[in-house]
């Protein structure tokens, strides 16, 4: 069964940083493509970032470039959200998520539970 | 960007009753099209994907058609656990985008 666990949610203030981690298992983790996906309370979701399963494509919503980066360790099965110059408007469950295919570019097909990122002074 | 539409927001159903659910797309997406279901304090659970396809054990109680721009998925008789949030995404084009979601609620 495959299963993803996320890990790293806190509160943080505005400006401030945050690495969230989700850890795979049940696959193979490189013939995968991975995203995060966020939901703000009382909100439906919304697709944050890509990473291919080599890692060697990677796409981000306008709303985070240039302050989030996806990134990947297959030797880990762990790909990883990291987290900058973070606003009150990123306060979500920010959720992982595998592609059906190496390619990150399709639907959704195993979810983690996710982890709560909370942005406040 | 495309953006998907979903109609209505809140559907009303008594169990066993059966509901359809509607999504568009601002534009042509052919079948690259997914349905989730949402229970509170879950993550989403994909349901269909390519407009038609039931991913795995998915019941034959939920069904998905359409391809362009109009999409329905259709819940045939709606048991207690069926009630829930439903969202469409689309994965034609990036960024991938989903609908506000239809809350399907008892009657």
């Known amino acids: 069964e495959v299963q993803l666990v996320e890990s790293g949610g806190a509160l943080v203030q505005p400006g401030g940083s945050l690495r969230l981690s989700c850890a795979a298992s049940g696959l193979s983790f490189s013939s995968y493509g991975m995203s995060w996906v966020r939901q703000a309370p009382g909100k439906g979701p919304e697709w944050v970032s890509s990473?291919?399963?080599?890692?060697?494509?990677?796409h981000q919503s306008d709303s985070v470039k240039g302050r989030f980066t996806i990134s990947r360790d297959n030797s880990k099965n762990t790909v990883y959200l990291q987290m900058n110059s973070l606003r009150v408007e990123d306060t979500a469950l920010y959720f992982c998520?595998?592609?059906?295919?190496?390619?990150?570019?399709?639907?959704?097909?195993?979810w983690g539970t996710g982890t709560t990122v909370t942005v406040s002074s | 960007e495309i953006v998907m539409t979903q109609s209505p927001a809140t559907v009303s159903v008594s169990p066993g009753e059966g509901a359809t659910l509607s999504c568009r797309a601002s534009q042509n997406i052919n079948n690259n099209l997914a349905w989730y279901q949402q229970k509170p304090g879950q993550a989403p659970r994909l349901l269909i994907f390519g407009a038609s396809s039931r991913a795995t054990g998915i019941p034959a109680g939920f069904s998905g058609s359409g391809s362009g721009t109009e999409f329905s998925l259709t819940i045939s008789s709606l048991q207690s656990e069926d009630f829930a949030v439903y969202y469409c995404q689309q994965y034609e084009e990036w960024p991938p985008s989903f609908g506000g979601g239809t809350k399907v609620a008892i009657k």
């Open positions: 998520a595998k592609a059906p295919y190496e390619d990150s570019h399709f639907y959704m097909d195993v």
């Open positions: 990473i291919s399963g080599s890692g060697g494509m990677t």
